[in-house]
């Protein structure tokens, strides 16, 4: 029986994240009839991240902050990150558009700016727009080093300013935006081809249950992050009024459906089944990660790699000091190279026994990062490193009482400090490959074991960001199943789908990957209209 359809369009997009609203910018302007739904009000993780891209290879802020770079060194450094998750062809299509990808965002008017932040941190303060977001510093031998983490200008965590400009964007493009709606299944005709998205929507529900709706998700969204209880309780009538007051809405997709939103870290069935060993860590999403992306995809036969990625982050610093340290685990061994990016630190700590690591630091090293807290740390990061240095800190006027009152190896802690202590004073490199400059022999008492494990504590969280999705086409953002072909007229964009992060993440690689890929996908489900679109875009020329 054919189909009665409630709204038509020629693209329509399931989330209105960083993903879809690239998607729905390139797809309109391209001349595609563009539909854009969200479960809430948009925004997603995007509105709520630190609105960190990366990007390189000579952009005008690397340029302004006196930085050199090259596509190349970019893909040399970031071919180490990113593995096998994308060709070397696509890593290397990235590197090269990449300035002109941040070139692109600017356009649709998101700030950015070349202030050059002097120190290694997890996320730069007011102050500083351009930063080392990865692990660059360590892997100087491979690939020549330069800051590639380009905050969205703005106070605080920047997001919302990235999300705001494309949101104003998309609103100026023509597509139109349906808020209050979700994508609950996917349409095919007689041939499998995905024709539409069947949504549950608040639209036409009683006005007090559409606002109620949008403020309380408004409210859940923060603690939900910050406070998972408490934002899993504050979304619960969130959810029951969607159950209550939702109505069946079909849409029909001419051309395709890009799928793009977000990731499942929201779903702990989905967590438990495909990241058992990721327990306790903050969920980096909003209840909007629940996964149903991936599964819309997957139903319509999309295969799906890497939902056992996680990134789960452990930040030694800020306060910089810390990078003189060392990391230990129970046996008082050597845990990695301090120097690495904060996810790179959590996924050594996942794999050690009982997920427990400690900074073993000197007197002097706390007394610097005591100096070092105020003028180097945000909010959030200064409230961590206080609790670190204080109730998350044990002291010891030596190593072997120490090691007893934390439960660690004596003779293994002493061991590790005294090789590196040893390398330290004699110049020689660092046992674990720390860069020189961070090397600073631990010797003066009384000492202390600063607790990293990974557990669920408010004051020490570790924030975890699922990185798998959709098996998607490299050259179209098309999804593929298991056997390599394409589900017709079906996309993927964004944490819904496997992309440049979802080996490893380093800061800003998934707001960039979700550019990347969005564009990629508005671009091939417009396909033949943006053949003939005279646009910027599609000459790449912006
Ligand atoms: C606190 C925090 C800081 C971060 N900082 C950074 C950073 O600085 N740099 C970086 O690269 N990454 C960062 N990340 C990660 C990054 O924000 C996300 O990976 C990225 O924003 C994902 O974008 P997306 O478009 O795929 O999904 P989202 O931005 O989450 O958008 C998905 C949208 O889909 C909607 N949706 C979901 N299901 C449905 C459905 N069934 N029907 C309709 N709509 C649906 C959701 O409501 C949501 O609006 C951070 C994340 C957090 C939480």
Redesign the pocket.
């Known amino acids: 029986m054919p189909q009665t359809w409630d709204v038509q369009a020629d693209v329509v997009v ?8 690239c998607t729905a910018l390139e797809a309109a302007w391209a001349g595609a009839q563009v539909v854009v ?4 009000g ?13 990007a390189g290879g000579g952009t005008p802020q690397q340029r302004e902050a006196g930085v050199t770079d090259t596509p190349a060194a970019m893909f040399d450094y970031l071919a180490l990150e990113v593995g096998d998750a994308v060709s070397a062809g696509t890593l290397r299509e990235f590197c090269e558009g990449s300035a002109a990808m941040l070139a692109w965002l600017e356009r649709y008017g998101v700030p950015f700016d070349g202030s050059l932040c002097p120190d290694k941190t997890s ?1 730069p303060t007011n102050r500083h727009y351009l930063y080392y977001s990865g692990s660059e510093l360590s892997e100087r031998e491979a690939a020549p080093p330069a800051p590639r983490g380009h ?1 969205a200008r703005g106070r605080g ?1 920047s ?1 919302s300013v990235l ?1 705001g400009a494309l949101a104003q964007a998309v609103g100026g493009s023509g597509a139109q935006v349906l808020r209050q ?4 299944a996917l349409t095919t005709d007689s041939s499998g081809r995905v024709t539409g998205v069947q ?1 549950s929507t608040l639209r036409g529900a009683p006005g007090w249950a559409a606002a109620a709706h949008r403020v309380l998700h408004g409210w859940s969204a923060r603690p939900y ?1 910050y406070a998972p209880r408490l934002g899993r309780a504050l979304h619960r009538p969130v959810a029951w009024l969607e159950r209550r007051y939702g109505r069946p809405l079909l849409v029909s997709a001419q051309r395709g459906v890009v799928l ?4 499942f870290v929201a779903n702990r069935q989905m967590m438990r089944e495909h990241a058992p060993g990721y327990r306790g860590g903050l969920p ?3 209840p ?3 996964g ?2 991936i599964r ?1 995809g997957a139903q319509a036969g999309g295969a799906t790699r890497f939902l056992d990625r996680i990134s789960a982050w452990r930040f030694l610093s800020p306060p910089e000091a810390l990078l003189r340290g060392i990391l230990v685990d129970r046996a008082g061994q050597r845990v990695c190279d301090e120097s690495r990016y904060g996810a790179a630190i959590g996924e050594a700590i996942v794999t050690r026994p009982h997920r427990q690591a400690w900074l073993l630091v000197d007197h002097s090293t706390v007394a610097r990062a005591w100096r070092q807290l105020r003028g180097t740390t945000l909010w959030f990061q200064r409230l961590q490193a206080m609790y670190l240095l204080t109730a998350g800190r044990i002291r010891a006027p030596t190593i072997s009482v120490l090691a007893a009152r934390a439960g660690i190896d004596s003779g293994g802690l002493a061991a590790t400090l005294n090789a590196y202590n040893g390398a330290a004073a004699a110049g020689l490199a660092d046992p674990a490959g720390k860069p020189a400059e961070m090397v600073t022999a631990q010797d003066q008492p009384p000492y202390s074991l600063i607790d990293f494990s990974i557990r669920p504590r408010l004051a020490s969280p570790t ?1 975890m ?1 699922t990185l798998g999705g959709l098996v998607v086409s490299e050259e179209t953002g098309q999804v593929r199943r298991a056997d390599g072909s394409a589900v017709a007229g079906l996309y993927a ?4 789908a496997v992309g440049l ?1 979802s080996r490893s ?1 380093v ?8 550019v990347f890929s ?1 564009r990629r996908a508005g671009r091939h489900a417009a396909a033949d209209l943006w053949a003939r679109s005279p646009g910027p875009s599609a000459s790449d020329a912006w």
Do not use: K
Not at 42 to 54: K, M, N, R
Not at 181 to 184: E, F, G, P, S
Not at 260 to 263: E, L, M, T, V
């Open positions: 399931v989330g209105f994240g960083a993903a879809g609203a739904i969200d479960r809430f948009g925004g997603g993780a995007t509105a709520l991240s630190g609105g960190v891209v990366y996320y905050r965590t997001g999300f709606t979700t994508a609950t949504c992050v793009a939103a977000g990731g980096l999403g909003t909007g990660d629940d149903s992306g819309l924030p960001l964009a964004g944490r819904s992060c993440y800061s800003g690689l998934s707001l960039a990957d979700c969005g």
